[in-house]
C-alpha cells in the first residue's frame, strides 16, 4: 500500500468514527432530554395530585373504599382516571417507571387493592352493560407494575400483591386529608 491508500482509509476511519460517535452524542442527549422532561413532568403532575380539588377526590374516594358497607358508587373516580393517564404515560414511555413508582407508587398499589377487594369493581365494571374490557386497563397495569418493583425493592416474590394492611394505612391517610391544604402555600408562621 502507498501514501494516498493509507490516507483514504485514514480519512474513511476516522469520519466513521466522527459519524459514530456523534450518533452516540445525539441519542445521549436525547435521552437526556427525555429524563429530564419526565421528571419535570413527575413535578407537575404531584402538584396536580396534592391540588384542592384532587385531595377533595382522594378524600371521598378512599373513605367509600375503606368502608365495609360502601353503599352506591361515588361520582367522582378523579383518581383513578389520574392513574389510568399515568398508566398510559408510563406505557408508553413518556414517563420514567422509576419515577411514577417514586413518586405515586404507594397511592397506586393502595386504591388498586381496594378496587380489586373484598370486590373486584374492574371485574364488574369491564363485565357489563356494556361489556368494556379496557376500563382501567392502563391503571390495573401499572398497578401491576408498581407490585413488581415492590416486591423487587423488598427482594420478595415477583408478583407479590401490597399487603391490605399497608393499602389501608394510605387510604386511611387519604380519607382524612384536608381538601384546603395547598403545597404551593407557604407555611404558617
Same mark, same amino acid.
Given at each position: 500500500?502507498?501514501?494516498?491508500?493509507?490516507?483514504?482509509?485514514?480519512?474513511?476511519?476516522?469520519?466513521?468514527?466522527?459519524?459514530?460517535?456523534?450518533?452516540?452524542?445525539?441519542?445521549?442527549?436525547?435521552?437526556?432530554?427525555?429524563?429530564?422532561?419526565?421528571?419535570?413532568?413527575?413535578?407537575?403532575?404531584?402538584?396536580?395530585?396534592?391540588?384542592s380539588r384532587m385531595r377533595l377526590?382522594?378524600?371521598?374516594?378512599?373513605?367509600? *373504599? !375503606?368502608?365495609?358497607? &360502601?353503599?352506591?358508587? %361515588?361520582?367522582?373516580?378523579?383518581?383513578?382516571?389520574? $392513574? =389510568?393517564? #399515568?398508566?398510559?404515560?408510563?406505557?408508553?414511555?413518556?414517563?420514567?417507571?422509576?419515577?411514577?413508582?417514586?413518586?405515586?407508587?404507594?397511592?397506586?398499589?393502595?386504591?388498586?387493592?381496594?378496587?380489586?377487594?373484598?370486590?373486584? *369493581? !374492574?371485574?364488574?365494571? &369491564?363485565?357489563?352493560? %356494556?361489556?368494556?374490557?379496557?376500563?382501567?386497563?392502563? $391503571? =390495573?397495569? #401499572?398497578?401491576?407494575?408498581?407490585?413488581?418493583?415492590?416486591?423487587?425493592?423488598?427482594?420478595?416474590?415477583?408478583?407479590?400483591?401490597?399487603?391490605?394492611?399497608?393499602?389501608?394505612?394510605?387510604?386511611?391517610?387519604?380519607?382524612? *386529608?384536608?381538601?384546603?391544604?395547598?403545597?404551593?402555600?407557604?407555611?404558617?408562621?
Amino acid at each position: 500500500m502507498d501514501t494516498s491508500d493509507w490516507t483514504t482509509w485514514g480519512a474513511l476511519i476516522g469520519t466513521w468514527v466522527l459519524v459514530v460517535g456523534t450518533l452516540y452524542f445525539a441519542y445521549w442527549q436525547l435521552r437526556q432530554t427525555q429524563r429530564l422532561h419526565s421528571a419535570s413532568t413527575i413535578l407537575d403532575l404531584r402538584e396536580r395530585f396534592y391540588n384542592s380539588r384532587m385531595r377533595l377526590a382522594r378524600r371521598e374516594l378512599s373513605a367509600w *373504599l !375503606l368502608r365495609s358497607e &360502601r353503599g352506591p358508587e %361515588p361520582d367522582n373516580w378523579e383518581v383513578c382516571l389520574f $392513574f =389510568e393517564l #399515568l398508566g398510559s404515560l408510563t406505557h408508553t414511555r413518556a414517563l420514567d417507571e422509576r419515577l411514577v413508582w417514586n413518586a405515586f407508587g404507594p397511592w397506586i398499589t393502595a386504591y388498586y387493592v381496594f378496587i380489586t377487594e373484598p370486590v373486584d *369493581l !374492574l371485574s364488574a365494571w &369491564r363485565s357489563g352493560p %356494556p361489556p368494556d374490557p379496557l376500563i382501567f386497563a392502563e $391503571f =390495573e397495569r #401499572l398497578a401491576r407494575r408498581m407490585m413488581e418493583r415492590d416486591a423487587r425493592a423488598a427482594h420478595g416474590p415477583r408478583h407479590e400483591r401490597t399487603a391490605a394492611a399497608d393499602a389501608r394505612y394510605v387510604l386511611e391517610g387519604d380519607s382524612a *386529608l384536608s381538601p384546603g391544604f395547598d403545597v404551593r402555600a407557604a407555611p404558617p408562621d
